[in-house]
């Protein structure tokens, strides 16, 4: 049986508590909750996965799953890792891969968090939902909670692309567009939670939906026969994904499950919102809010990320890097991966894909490595 407690990610000495109820934040000081497992999975147990479907749930014993529970599930996760040999020669890359989630349920990486969060509240007992989205967390939650028979409410920016608004409706979430940003959509979501009692699952004020992300990582891994990447080029707004993956990659390690060494991690952020990657070049702990966001790649349109301090942990104790790229260069990215290589990019994917170009012309990454880059999001989700 899986059993875990919850560890605050920034208190000193670290502050824990039991996994009961609706877990958010820490009490102490609001940073955001890491699940801790008793125990995980041995090596042996890799034969296991055999007899599992090519879902993210067949890694059920390394994720807050109840034993017998049957988690809320659309088939999420088992998205293709795809070879993109043409741009890879095109921009000198001899190993340049892409891990496309636009494949998932939903059409984007946030059905994984999703499915996990929910699936742990309504175990609890939760029955209504909100959240703030940039757009594709938002058609994740309106899914999920549709197949748990909830409710759900959704603050969506009113400059959200309207396919992704069309979505949202189209599952059945009640949508309440802002005037501003995510981060004033989250204001509005913490609301409307304190006077409802709806369960808030914005991105790391509860400690499950990097437990879904986590299986991006254990995917990769188990895709490449148990070995990882050099370095993997993430686009980054809010952080559960990349997060997620370094948290799998250290548990994998602990747990002696992969061969060889940790891969470097890179985020990727727009021009026009980047608090990540200014951080990052400046050497703070924390990123400073970012004044006016402005991109179209509207995941990316986060100027205060909760999850700052732990990005900018992952990238440091990895010893990889950030960068941003502007607007131009991701959407023709993004639009080479959908004309060379027939993957429909969302602009967040494209993102990676010129992420990894400009890190590349900067030195840190070299053509002879394996260059991992995550495609978040269906392209089609962005064109009216």
């Not at 959240?131 to 920016?157: C, F, M």
């Not at 702990?285 to 992952?314: C, I, K, N, Y």
């Not at 590349?360 to 995550?374: A, H, P």
């Amino acid at each position: 049986m899986t059993t875990w407690t919850l560890e605050c990610s920034a208190c000193v000495p670290v502050r824990t508590r039991d996994a009961e109820g609706f877990p958010g934040v820490c009490d102490v000081c609001g940073a955001p909750y890491l699940v801790r497992y008793e125990t995980l999975p041995p090596p042996e147990a890799k034969s296991l996965l055999k007899r599992q479907r090519w879902t993210m749930w067949r890694y059920g014993s390394w994720l807050p799953l109840a034993e017998g529970e049957h988690p809320v599930t659309l088939g999420e996760g088992g998205t293709p890792l795809l070879a993109a040999t043409r741009l890879g020669a095109r921009h000198g890359f001899q190993q340049l891969w892409v891990k496309d989630e636009s494949t998932n349920p939903t059409g984007s990486f946030k059905a994984r968090g999703l499915a996990a969060a929910i699936t742990r509240a309504v175990g609890a007992g939760a029955n209504q939902f909100v959240v703030p989205t940039a757009g594709n967390a938002g058609i994740a939650l309106a899914a999920y909670a549709t197949r748990a028979g909830a409710q759900a409410r959704v603050y969506a920016p009113t400059t959200t692309p309207a396919p992704i608004l069309k979505q949202i409706r189209a599952f059945g979430a009640d949508l309440q567009l802002v005037d501003g940003h995510i981060g004033d959509c989250g204001i509005a979501a913490r609301l409307f939670s304190s006077g409802t009692g709806a369960v808030d699952v914005s991105t790391l004020r509860e400690p499950y939906r990097i437990e879904g992300k986590k299986t991006l990582g254990l995917e990769l891994a188990e895709q490449f026969g148990w070995t990882l990447p050099d370095a993997i080029v993430y686009p980054t707004g809010g952080g559960t994904g990349l997060i997620g993956m370094w948290k799998a990659f250290q548990e994998l390690r602990d747990n002696g499950w992969i061969r060889g060494g940790l891969p470097r991690m890179y985020t990727v952020q727009a021009t026009g919102c980047a608090p990540v990657v200014q951080a990052f070049e400046s050497g703070a702990e924390r990123a400073t809010g970012w004044t006016d966001p402005q991109t179209v790649a509207a995941g990316l349109r986060v100027p205060s990320p909760l999850g700052d301090r732990l990005m900018l942990r992952a990238l440091r104790d990895s010893n990889g890097g950030a960068v941003a790229v502007s607007d131009e260069a991701l959407v023709a990215a993004a639009n080479a991966l959908q004309t060379v290589e027939g993957i429909d990019a969302s602009p967040e994917g494209g993102a990676a894909l010129a992420g990894a170009i400009a890190l590349q012309e900067k030195g840190l990454v070299s053509g002879d490595e394996r260059v991992v880059l995550f495609n978040t999001g269906a392209g089609w989700l962005y064109r009216a």
